[in-house]
């Protein structure tokens, strides 16, 4: 891509009938009786003169696989606490509510590097760094050290993929430009509160919530069926969350078929098609895998 959550065995049974026996008797040789085979579906066909009858081997059953999909991510929370997380790849960077910045280069540790700076929002994708401040100011670092560099504008929230970078202001106005070091931002049509870009291609919500999707970044708005407060794109994958935390996730970029996750989450990112990380509305941190 590229601001937290929550058999039984078969016994085989035999059952074998004893062989006759002979007596002498008053001179008089007499048989034992043989012993019926009662067991339902027993095979006569392979019994020997003295009446044995053997059941069949019963087999085990194949046990049914696993539940996968969106709605069975399972959970973990990660050491530390954040208000905003974006994921590319295996790089996690997000930050506190004291808009500390914080990176980590792997996916289920709690060893998080501060970096310098204060940002209200981040965003990573190949290893680079787009944020911006409280004061609407963007900065962007060549690395996850945050080397900052000032960018021309203002924006309130930011989303980089590759050298791709787009955001919305604090009028909702969108804007996308294709390098990383220059100002030279491209307005959009239409109005969002937050955006995200992958491929190219966008993903957003406007203030009344309104999901749109744009095949590139023209801004060739559709409106799909939903009700977002966040949305995260990353390829065909696209992941957010409602007004209520709850979370959801589709495979697909033009239908509305969304997905429930189990969890409650204020945000979240995904990457790979099938990991995510998330904070909670109280700034708990948390990883997820589609199974």
Known sequence: MAAMPMLAGVG????????????????????????????????????????????????????????????????????????????????????????????????????????????KHVSVSGGKLYGVNSAGRIYYSPNTNGEWSRISGGLKQVDIDGNRVCGVNSADQIFCKDDLTSGNWKKLPGALKHVSVSGGKLYGVNSADQIYYSPNTNGEWSKIPGGLKQVDIDGNTVCGVNSADNIYCKDDLTSGNWKKLPGALKYVSVTGGNKLYGANSADDIYFGTKP
């Open 12 to 119: 085989l049974m035999m059952v074998c009938c004893s062989s006759s026996s002979a007596m002498m008797m008053g001179g008089e040789e007499k048989e034992d009786p043989v012993v019926p085979d009662t067991t339902t579906g027993a095979d006569d066909s392979g019994a020997d003169d003295s009446g044995a009858s053997t059941t069949p081997a019963a087999t085990t059953p194949t046990p049914p696989p696993p539940p996968t999909g969106w709605p069975h991510v399972s959970w973990s929370k990660i050491p530390g606490g954040l208000k905003q997380v974006d994921i590319d790849g295996n790089t996690v960077c997000g930050v506190n509510s004291d808009d500390n910045i914080y990176c980590k280069d792997d996916l289920t540790s709690g060893n998080w590097k501060k970096l310098p700076g204060a940002l």
